[in-house]
């Protein structure tokens, strides 16, 4: 319905005529009020507009092209193995920011304490009420998402769903499955204990082989050539702050790539 901006009697009187209900009229007057202020009604025809152009999917998935009644596929498990992902992907985000209020990224304090990071995860899984669960829903949800993220690649290759027009999707999608690797490892080094430490020293050794530039990496990524504080934060920070915005628009474009493709059937 398309409502031209009149004055207020106009509206009235355009009201009257037209035997509303009560919820109909206070939705006209709301929606009116919000006109009358803000143009409303213009962006809302402009989102319509939009939304039934980019509806449009092209190109035609094969049971349109070829008329076929039977969509079984839309239904195939394996299919689902996208939104698993995403799924997991929210579960662990939501999880995360809840840990990040009692977590510390700090490694060894002025009195003694060897590591104030791993203390934190202590308390987190000690004294904090439903603590443990919300670090086990953390790690577990990210396991899943790696996982996930694996197979899912797995059953688009077997049904050559990269092929064409879907490549730049493809390729979206090796820069999402590294940069979940990424998260995974920034993740494990946090809480500071041993198994962090030393997977922190296999990281700059794995960095400080690369030829030539080597050193200037180990530098750049973990702040020195054996674990501190630097490393720390450097990972503190694309864990909880880059990573994050990075991925998440990632994930918002490759979906809303597959929206506007559609769904690829098996080849
Ligand atoms: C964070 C990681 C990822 C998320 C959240 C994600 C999410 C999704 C979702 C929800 C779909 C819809 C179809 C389905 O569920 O199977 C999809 C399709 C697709 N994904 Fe991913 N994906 C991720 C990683 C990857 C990776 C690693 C690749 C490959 C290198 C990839 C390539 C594709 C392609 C080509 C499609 C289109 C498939 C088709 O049209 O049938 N994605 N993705």
Known sequence: MSIERKDEHDHDAWMEERDLTALESMYLSVLIWFDKRLRIVDYLELLEDLYYKVNMQMPKSHTEQYNLDNKFWYWYPLYALGSFSTIAYVVAAISGALLGFYYAPAAAAADGTPSVAYESILFIMGDLNLGLFLRSLHRWSAQIMVAAVFLHMLRVYF????????????????????????????????????????????????????????????????????????????????????LPFVVTTLIAIHIGIVWMQGIAEPH
Do not use: C, D
Not at 159 to 178: C, D, F, H, M, Q
Not at 192 to 217: D, H, K, R, T
């Open 159 to 242: 049904t050559g769903a990269y092929k064409e027009p879907r490549e730049l999707n493809w390729i979206i999608g090796i820069v999402l499955i590294s940069l979940t690797m990424v998260f995974g490892y920034s993740g494990y080094l946090l809480p500071w204990s041993q198994l962090s430490f030393w997977a922190g020293q296999i990281g700059v050794e794995m960095s400080l082989s690369i030829p030539l530039i080597g050193e200037y990496v180990a530098q750049l990524l973990f702040g020195g050539f054996t674990p501190s504080q630097a490393t720390l934060v450097r990972m503190y920070i694309l864990h909880v702050f880059l």
